[in-house]
Nanobody, 116 residues
Framework: QVQVVESGGGLVQPGGSLRLSCAAS????????MGWYRQAPGKQRELVAT???????TYADSVKGRFTISRDIAKNTVYLQMNSLKVEDTAVYYC??????????WGQGTQVTVSS
């Protein structure tokens, strides 16, 4: 079993910055992919960014140039640096971790609210 815990969410003004963290623990042999997804009320969950253990990153078009995903392999942790935040970035952000045996785990989510 793997536990996934997000942190770093909060309230920020438009144009501000926030950094999310996600730490995985438990029965982990190898992490293949870690990623961030988000879901706003009444909307479907959408992919924000992913990163492989080789450091290859992908981003949703809506966050390119503003968000940066990174990871610390030794700590089984992934980060999401969010800059130039917009009101439309408001959502619950979820961390996803893919490990051995094609197993995938989700965190509980952390709220990000962008408002004046």
């Amino acid at each position: 079993q793997v536990q996934v815990v997000e942190s770093g969410g909060g309230l920020v003004q438009p144009g501000g910055s926030l950094r999310l963290s996600c730490a995985a623990s438990g029965n982990i042999v190898t992490i293949y992919v870690m990623g961030w997804y988000r879901q706003a009320p009444g909307k479907q969950r959408e992919l924000v960014a992913t990163i492989t253990n080789s450091g290859d990153a992908t981003y949703a078009d809506s966050v390119k140039g503003r968000f940066t995903i990174s990871r610390d392999i030794a700590k089984n942790t992934v980060y999401l640096q969010m800059n130039s935040l917009k009101v439309e970035d408001t959502a619950v952000y979820y961390c996803n971790v893919r490990v051995q045996l094609m197993r995938q785990y989700w965190g509980q989510g952390t709220q990000v609210t962008v408002s004046s």
